[in-house]
């Protein structure tokens, strides 16, 4: 059973950089996506960043340009820097790890990232 375990977020001013992390404890597939959502007060959870057990990369077009993820294999971690924070980047941040084959899914319990002057 995969467990995810989300650190490093909290406050920052803007145009600041944090970076988040991951880490994944039990038997990850060879087939599978790492990615990073977020969830403002009174808004829907947000697609963020993705990487796959290929490295192939995705980023949603608000993060493009400011953030890069990336992942240590070995670790079984997956990163998240972020830099130029903006005040609309205020979110919950929630590792996701998706299976491919079997679609089955697994949420980290989330991490405050707060950006404000």
């Known amino acids: 059973q995969v467990q995810l375990v989300e650190s490093g977020g909290g406050l920052v001013q803007p145009g600041g950089s944090l970076r988040l992390s991951c880490v994944a404890s039990?038997?990850?597939?060879?087939?599978?996506?790492l990615g990073w959502y977020r969830q403002a007060p009174g808004e829907q959870r947000e697609l963020v960043a993705t990487?796959?057990?290929?490295?192939?990369?995705y980023y949603s077009d608000s993060v493009k340009g400011r953030c890069t993820i990336s992942r240590d294999n070995a670790k079984s971690t997956v990163v998240l820097q972020m830099n130029s924070l903006k005040l609309e980047d205020t979110a919950v941040y929630y590792c996701?790890?998706?299976?491919?084959?079997?679609?089955?899914?697994?949420w980290g319990q989330g991490t405050q990232v707060t950006v404000s002057s």
């Open positions: 039990g038997s990850l597939l060879s087939s599978y996506t």
């Open positions: 990487i796959t057990s290929r490295d192939v990369t």
């Open positions: 996701n790890y998706r299976e491919w084959y079997s679609d089955h899914t697994v």
